[in-house]
């Protein structure tokens, strides 16, 4: 592989004897993982390259200066750099069980968006293109702290549970009813998880998520709840499942919310100074669980057998929709 220090308009290598040039003005993306350096053409050919002890970044700086269109850098879930979207993550780069990648850029997984300044509208719409919201917020949710407008995105409106006092945390909740609430928090919880995946409500709901998304050619689709933990994250664990990606790696992205949220929970903290013995109810409803996230795994494994049977009976996929799914989204 061949650099110079000002850019690399080109990347020569050896394939197969023979000499082989890449013009990295046909090149969408570049990313390192694990040592290497993967190169992403227009059409979706992948290369790697051994960084032999490079600094990546140097190399992004180099190929930004030849393509400055092309995106650098894999998240693989982790949070965007946003202004005031503590939440909102580009599942780029999280690798399915066969090696592929999903692509940056196209699917972002996201909280309230009510929060964002200026300067995040303006990345979402310019850098990642963002031409789909799907919003599974209830109304009651949606009234209090509408979704901002962006232009070039539809806007749907997938509740994905019926309205309950869940609802009030949008609202502001004075603090008395938020403490009513936290007593019994655990068991609300752990009916969610398990109404998100079985309630003919929840069902709906992710069959039309699936259906956007696989109408949706262009651009990103940008799908968020108000936390961007619970329903989101359903969301997530099916769309991911559906792609390839492993359980273990699906457990990683949704537990990565707890890292992203904490300000909000110590802000929460602070506020139940007079009611020390509720904090550990405060976990309950604002973490992130492996044991929710299971429950939800396990009620569809006694309704439908599997996830897999989910996908093709609960949500009316079939193996067409899963594999137009994977060329749309995976490189």
Known sequence: MNENNQALTSITFNEDGHEKTIDIKNVNWAFEKGGMLYVVENDKKIYTFELSGKDAEDIYESLKKANPDMIVGALMGKRIGFEKLANTRDLGGIQTKDGRFIRPHRLIRSGELHTMSKNDRKRLEKDYDVKMVIDFRTEVERVYQPDPIMLQAANYHVPARSASSLDSLAGGSRLHMFTEMLRHAKETMERLYEELVVSEQGLKAYRRFFELLLR??????????????????????????????????????????????????????????DHKELVKDLDYLYDASAEYMNIAYRCIAQNFGSVENYLHEGLELDDEDI???KDRFLI
């Open 216 to 273: 949706q050619e262009n651009g990103s689709v940008l799908w968020h709840c108000t936390q961007g933990k619970d329903r989101t994250g359903v969301a997530t664990m099916l769309l991911l499942s559906a792609l390839g990606v492993s359980k273990d790696e699906i457990m990683k992205d949704y537990l990565q919310t707890n890292i992203y949220l904490k300000a909000q929970k110590d802000d929460l903290i602070l506020k139940l100074k």
């Open 323 to 325: 594999e137009k799914l």
